[in-house]
């Protein structure tokens, strides 16, 4: 079975950093391009970032452009999200999902369980 | 990046079909085949429906298709369920290399 289990949230200051982890198994990881999806509380989905199952391309939404830096370790299975200069608009539960592509990272077909990241003073 | 359109709520009641929209532009939905439809339970994880447009995931329910004309996609789900009450989302990639979202829509089954 495949299962994408995310860890690194809690509740942090603004300006602050956090490092996000998404520990994969049950499938082979770098044939797969990978995304991280935030929700804020109440809200919809809204994608962050992708990277490509080879390492060889990252995307990024405007929003995180320049703060936020995604990465893999195809040799750990693992996906990372390096968030910096965090802002209180930056709270929600962040998602890391596998994409049914190799370098699109769209069709996310499976998801974590979200971990939750609260910035506030 | 704008995110794509959808109306807030549909409805219908059992055994019907509805359609939800969602609409993007030629950067987005007008430009590739890599639309896709979410479905989510509160609480719970979103569920991948549909992808690429129209091709359904394994375990995926066939009363769920998709499809698209010029910068606007469709979920159809037939036979409604009360089961399929929740929030479905669309997504896009767009010329960027990036993913757009819809608002989300959520629908009640009468």
């Known amino acids: 079975d495949v299962q994408l289990s995310e860890s690194g949230g809690g509740l942090v200051q603004p300006g602050t950093s956090l490092r996000l982890s998404c520990a994969a198994s049950g499938f082979t990881f770098n044939n797969y391009a990978m995304s991280w999806v935030r929700q804020a509380p109440g809200k919809g989905l809204e994608w962050i970032s992708g990277i490509t199952g080879h390492n060889t391309a990252t995307y990024y939404t405007d929003s995180v452009r320049g703060r936020f830096t995604i990465s893999r370790d195809n040799s750990k299975n693992t996906l990372y999200l390096e968030m910096n200069s965090l802002r209180a608009e930056d709270t929600a539960i962040y998602y890391c999902?596998?994409?049914?592509?190799?370098?699109?990272?769209?069709?996310?077909?499976?998801w974590g369980q979200g971990t939750l990241v609260t910035v506030s003073s | 990046q704008s995110a794509l359109t959808q109306p807030a709520s549909v409805s219908g009641s059992p055994g019907q079909s509805i359609t939800i929209s969602c609409t993007g532009t030629?950067?987005?939905?007008?430009?590739?085949?890599?639309v896709s439809w979410y479905q989510q339970f509160p609480g719970k994880t979103p569920q991948l429906m549909i992808y690429?447009?129209?091709r359904r995931p394994s375990g995926a329910s066939i009363r769920f298709s998709g499809s698209k004309s010029g910068n606007t996609a469709s979920l159809t789900i037939s036979g409604l369920q009360a089961e399929d009450e929740a929030d479905y989302y669309c997504s896009s990639y767009t010329n960027r290399a990036t993913v757009v979202f819809g608002g989300g829509t959520k629908l009640t089954v009468l």
């Open positions: 030629s950067s987005d939905i007008g430009a590739y085949n890599y």
């Open positions: 999902a596998n994409s049914l592509h190799v370098v699109v990272p769209a069709a996310a077909e499976h």
């Open positions: 690429d447009v129209n």
